[in-house]
């Protein structure tokens, strides 16, 4: 019981003034204690709004970019992060080969390499940024300019390792009708003496070709890409604090809201209070009444008694609370399309429980689960809830209660992508569910192909079922549930990939199956997804 409703019981003793007062006096702090946490909302919406306005101004500074452009931008910088990345790499293996001769350790060799790529990376970028500062006009004269150099570079290299590559086949050729070792000296110290120069040369040109190249990616990397990632950042966190203001916002509307609940619970409990002392008053009133009769007048009023009790059974048995429980296959053998590839069996099935819903009876409690390869173990509970017990004046109670069902099934993300199928776990489930209420109705309606798949058990893969063998198994395994008083039905069953062998021996099993179980009747076993609502 809370609070209010608490404080209405205490001032249902009360007269009218008194319990007048008595509301003012509880509501009093809670609307303090409202109020502050009001005050203290507002104030943190202010600092927000103006931590949110200098991130637009800072956006707007910038150029008030779109976050897709910005993204935009990012994604195509990727291209030369990844060239800047590759020839840092190719510049400090250079730089380890040439220092490396000079035998000054492992350590050392690195981390003057290391030295050596930075600087002349760094080069290029001070080079660079103090040219766009000087002339920023003609930046894009530039980048063509040295980039054009880039690309010389690149060929003459081309060029000279060709010309290098040519003389080392000439030797060997020449090495090939050597016969002796002072000739191979000899052959080999002309190469050496040959190739020396255009070799230096070589090494110079990649020097400058990765050296520029690298430089200006990296130059353009760090004043493009470097640039956009702050942006991003104003973008993240002005959405961030637009969700703390929705919050802050909605705490204010909460407290208002609670103070309204706090003075509807102390009227609710004084109302339920008053009336629970008035039927206490009017059953003394009976009570004497009855004591004053003669014994002819108490035996009529007894009878009376007797018939009103009749009468009210009469009436609300019409409406006897009934109980739906339903499996959905969501495995991927649900996902087959039709003959005409226009639908899934699972599409099929997620009409006909559709279908279900709109014509469910007065009074009925409804579960609808997800059949998967851990429908016992982990289940996945997809809708719960009751119908009406009254229809209404014209229907629109339990025609609201159906809609609603149906609206919430449609907000489920309901795909078939389970990759095994547990049918014996979700009768099990259903069978425990089923023994915990007490209904006259109980109805299992399973829209799945039947094909247990998993913990043990294969029909997906046989060309025909062995109902007496299977059954054995099942026995065995434990996996035979009570289905006492309850009707089942098995809808959607598709014939998808099999015979009419296969699916005939699938029927036989599952009729022996739920007979076994004592389930009251196997009320249909079909491909289609009907269902005679009168005889739940």
């Given at each position: 019981?809370?609070?209010?409703?608490?404080?209405?019981?205490?001032?249902?003793?009360?007269?009218?003034?008194?319990?007048?007062?008595?509301?003012?006096?509880?509501?009093?702090p809670?609307?303090?204690?409202?109020?502050?946490?009001?005050?203290?909302?507002?104030q943190?919406?202010?600092t927000?709004?103006?931590?949110?306005?200098?991130?637009?101004?800072?956006?707007?500074?910038?150029?008030?970019?779109?976050?897709?452009?910005?993204?935009?931008?990012?994604?195509?910088?990727?291209?030369?992060?990844?060239?800047v990345?590759?020839?840092?790499?190719?510049?400090?293996?250079?730089?380890?080969w040439?220092?490396?001769?000079?035998?000054?350790?492992?350590?050392?060799?690195?981390?003057?390499?290391?030295?050596?790529?930075?600087?002349?990376?760094?080069?290029?970028?001070?080079?660079?940024?103090?040219?766009?500062?000087?002339?920023?006009?003609?930046?894009?004269?530039?980048?063509?300019?040295?980039?054009?150099?880039?690309?010389?570079l690149?060929?003459w290299?081309?060029?000279?390792?060709?010309?290098?590559?040519?003389?080392?086949?000439?030797?060997?050729?020449?090495?090939r009708?050597?016969?002796?070792?002072?000739?191979?000296?000899?052959v080999?110290?002309?190469?050496?003496?040959?190739?020396?120069?255009?070799?230096?040369?070589?090494m110079?040109v990649?020097?400058?070709?990765?050296?520029?190249?690298?430089?200006?990616?990296?130059?353009?990397?760090?004043?493009?890409?470097?640039?956009?990632?702050?942006?991003?950042?104003?973008y993240?966190?002005?959405?961030?604090?637009?969700k703390?203001?929705?919050?802050?916002?909605?705490?204010?509307?909460?407290?208002?809201?609670?103070?309204?609940?706090?003075?509807?619970?102390?009227?609710?409990?004084?109302?339920?209070?008053?009336?629970?002392?008035?039927?206490?008053?009017?059953?003394?009133?009976?009570?004497?009444?009855?004591?004053?009769?003669?014994?002819?007048?108490?035996?009529?009023?007894?009878?009376?008694?007797?018939?009103?009790?009749?009468?009210?059974?009469?009436?609300?048995?019409?409406?006897a609370?009934?109980?739906?429980?339903?499996?959905?296959?969501?495995?991927?053998?649900?996902?087959?399309?039709?003959?005409a590839?226009?639908?899934?069996?699972?599409?099929?099935?997620?009409?006909?429980?559709e279908?279900?819903?709109?014509?469910?009876?007065?009074?009925?409690?409804?579960?609808?689960?997800?059949?998967t390869?851990?429908?016992f173990?982990n289940r996945?509970?997809?809708?719960?809830?009751?119908?009406?017990?009254?229809k209404?004046?014209?229907?629109?109670?339990?025609?609201?209660?159906?809609?609603?069902?149906?609206?919430?099934?449609?907000?489920q993300?309901?795909?078939?992508?389970a990759?095994?199928?547990?049918?014996?776990?979700?009768?099990?489930?259903?069978?425990i569910?089923f023994?915990?209420?007490?209904?006259?109705?109980?109805?299992?309606?399973?829209?799945?192909?039947?094909?247990?798949?998993?913990?043990?058990?294969?029909?997906?893969?046989?060309?025909?079922?062995?109902?007496?063998?299977?059954l054995?198994?099942?026995?065995?395994?434990?996996?035979?549930?009570?289905?006492?008083?309850?009707?089942?039905?098995?809808?959607?069953?598709?014939?998808?990939?099999k015979?009419?062998?296969?699916?005939?021996?699938?029927?036989?099993?599952?009729e022996?199956?739920?007979?076994?179980?004592?389930?009251?009747?196997?009320?249909?076993?079909?491909?289609?997804?009907?269902?005679?609502?009168?005889?739940?």
């Open positions: 019981m809370r609070k209010g409703e608490k404080i209405g019981r205490l001032g249902a003793s009360l007269d009218t003034k008194d319990f007048t007062d008595l509301k003012d006096s509880a509501r009093r809670e609307e303090i204690y409202a109020d502050s946490v009001k005050v203290c909302c507002e943190e919406i202010h927000l709004e103006e931590e949110k306005e200098q991130i637009d101004q800072e956006k707007k500074d910038r150029g008030s970019p779109s976050l897709t452009v910005i993204l935009s931008k990012i994604k195509q910088e990727i291209f030369f992060v990844v060239m990345i590759i020839t840092v790499i190719g510049e400090f293996i250079f730089g380890e040439f220092i490396g001769p000079f035998g000054l350790g492992n350590l050392k060799t690195i981390f003057l390499a290391l030295t050596f790529t930075l600087v002349l990376i760094l080069a290029v970028d001070i080079f660079f940024s103090a040219l766009e500062a000087k002339w920023p006009q003609h930046s894009s004269t530039y980048n063509l300019v040295f980039g054009s150099i880039g690309f010389i690149v060929f290299l081309i060029y000279m390792a060709s010309d290098i590559r040519g003389l080392m086949f000439r030797t060997a050729s020449t090495l009708s050597v016969t002796s070792a002072e000739e191979t000296v000899g080999a110290k002309e190469f050496f003496e040959g190739a020396s120069k255009p070799f230096m040369v070589l110079m990649l020097t400058a070709a990765i050296t520029l190249i690298g430089g200006i990616t990296y130059h353009r990397v760090k004043e493009r890409l470097f640039a956009l990632l702050p942006l991003r950042g104003l993240k966190r002005g959405k961030r604090i637009d703390e203001i929705l919050r802050k916002r909605q705490a204010i509307a909460d407290q208002d809201a609670m103070i309204a609940q706090f003075a509807a619970d102390i009227q609710l409990g004084f109302s339920e209070e008053k009336a629970r002392k008035s039927r206490k008053g009017a059953f003394s009133q009976l009570a004497s009444v009855f004591q004053s009769q003669s014994l002819g007048g108490k035996a009529v009023i007894f009878c009376f008694l007797i018939l009103a009790v009749l009468v009210c059974g009469l009436i609300f048995s019409g409406v609370r009934g109980e739906v429980i339903v499996f959905l296959d969501m495995t991927g053998s649900s996902g087959v399309r039709d003959y590839g226009k639908e899934t069996e699972f599409q099929k099935d997620v009409r006909g429980m279908k279900l819903l709109q014509e469910m009876p007065l009074g009925e409690r409804y579960r609808i689960f997800g059949l390869g851990e429908s173990s996945h509970l997809l809708l719960d809830g009751n119908m009406a017990k009254d209404g004046a014209f229907g629109e109670v339990i025609a609201r209660d159906r809609l609603a069902a149906i609206s919430q099934l449609k907000k993300d309901l795909k078939p992508v990759d095994s199928t547990d049918v014996f776990g979700a009768i099990h489930l259903a069978s569910l023994a915990d209420v007490n209904s006259k109705r109980k109805n299992l309606i399973l829209y799945s192909d039947m094909r247990q798949y998993g913990k043990g058990f294969d029909f997906e893969s046989p060309s025909e079922l062995r109902p007496e063998a299977l054995g198994q099942v026995k065995r395994q434990g996996k035979l549930p009570s289905l006492n008083g309850v009707k089942v039905w098995c809808l959607g069953v598709h014939a998808s990939g015979t009419p062998v296969y699916w005939e021996s699938l029927r036989d099993f599952w022996q199956y739920f007979k076994l179980a004592n389930a009251a009747r196997l009320c249909a076993f079909s491909m289609e997804r009907e269902i005679n609502i009168e005889e739940f």
